[in-house]
Nanobody, 116 residues
């Protein structure tokens, strides 16, 4: 089994920044993709950013130019640098990991609140 532990969420004012981290532990797996999804209250979970082996990162249109995803393969960790945060970025951010044999893992989520 693989465990994903997110950290870095919190309360921030509009225009501020946060950096999320997600570390994978447990069974050794061959990671194809890691990424971040979010779910706002009353909304469905949506893709924020993903980074796949050998591919360019992909971002939701709403975060392009403001968020940056990166991955440390040696540490099995993915990061999400979030700048110029807006109230509509508020939600629970979930880390996701997909292996080369299509196993899919999720973290428990970290809450990001953007408010005055």
């Amino acid at each position: 089994q693989v465990q994903l532990v997110e950290s870095g969420g919190g309360l921030v004012q509009p225009g501020g920044s946060l950096r999320l981290s997600c570390a994978a532990s447990g069974s050794r797996v061959s990671i194809y993709r890691m990424g971040w999804y979010r779910q706002a209250p009353g909304e469905e979970r949506e893709l924020v950013a993903v980074i796949s082996s050998g591919e360019n990162p992909k971002y939701a249109d709403s975060v392009k130019g403001r968020f940056a995803i990166s991955r440390d393969n040696a540490k099995s960790t993915v990061y999400l640098q979030m700048n110029s945060l807006k109230p509509e970025d508020t939600g629970v951010y979930y880390c996701n990991l997909v292996t080369w044999n299509a196993m899919d893992y999720w973290g428990k989520g970290t809450l990001v609140t953007v408010s005055e």
